[in-house]
């Protein structure tokens, strides 16, 4: 393969970058996406409307890293009300020697696919994973929450970590899944800590047996109104 395209590569061969950016104008918003180009042109935004959090992608494990076996990641959400059920982009990712091969499925932002050079690939998404510039101190806490936890831990109580991110400006919340059956919400006042002090703290709690977590709980499937096998005492429903 040889000479060069009109976006500085060779023939035949997309250019990758990636960015993080606010998913929202609102003031103080702890809403980001991570946008998606080739070539130039902005994947996210022609696709499903809106990049997923980054967090989706890249935290506690970078889902953009590519091997010979096919997966299928999401890409973009619904760029109306921001939820990836309501509409969505995913790419299947394959490695191909030293190539990288995107293919896109459901709400599709190009005629065609997307070939990377492995080496270019491969820089691009190390990059924007280990850049933490964007993150706000809630965000720098939620990441070092979901990348120091136990996570196999967890899974021996049939729980999954979905999310760390604030409720308000002062409460820290942790969201685990047990399968489709609850929702599992963990909270941690702030009071002014950094966010590796409030790491620590809530890293130090869901190492602790559920049961003796200070937790709230909400059925999925609305007629269930017993909380999870797990709960403990001060459990208490979550009013959604």
Not at 6 to 12: F, I
Not at 160 to 175: I, T
Request: charged share 25%.
């Amino acid at each position: 393969m040889s000479g060069v395209n009109g976006n500085g590569g060779e023939l035949g061969v997309d250019l990758l970058r990636l960015e993080v950016a606010p998913a929202s104008s609102r003031p103080g918003s702890e809403s980001f996406q991570l946008q998606v180009y080739v070539n130039g042109a902005e994947m996210t935004s022609a696709g499903a409307g809106l990049g997923m959090d980054p967090f989706d992608v890249l935290v506690p494990a970078d889902r953009l890293l590519a091997d010979s076996r096919p997966h299928t990641v999401a890409i973009a959400r619904c760029g109306a009300c921001g939820v990836y059920d309501c509409g969505g982009t995913d790419v299947t990712i394959t490695r191909d020697g030293d190539l990288v091969r995107w293919e896109w499925s459901r709400e599709v932002p190009a005629d065609r696919g997307a070939c990377f050079l492995a080496t270019q690939y491969e820089l691009e998404v190390a990059r924007v994973a280990a850049d933490h510039s964007w993150e706000t101190p809630m965000r720098t806490a939620g990441r070092l929450v979901l990348t120091s936890i136990d996570h196999d831990r967890l899974l021996t109580y049939g729980l999954s970590a979905k999310r760390a991110v604030p409720r308000n400006p002062d409460l820290f919340e942790v969201w685990l899944e047990i399968e489709d059956d609850y929702q599992i919400f963990v909270a941690t006042p702030w009071r002014g800590r950094s966010p590796t002090e409030l790491a620590r703290e809530v890293c130090a709690t869901l190492a602790r047996p559920p049961h003796e977590w200070p937790a709230t709980w909400h059925s999925v499937k609305g007629w269930v109104t017993t909380p999870p096998n797990i709960a403990g005492p001060s459990w208490e429903r979550e009013q959604l």
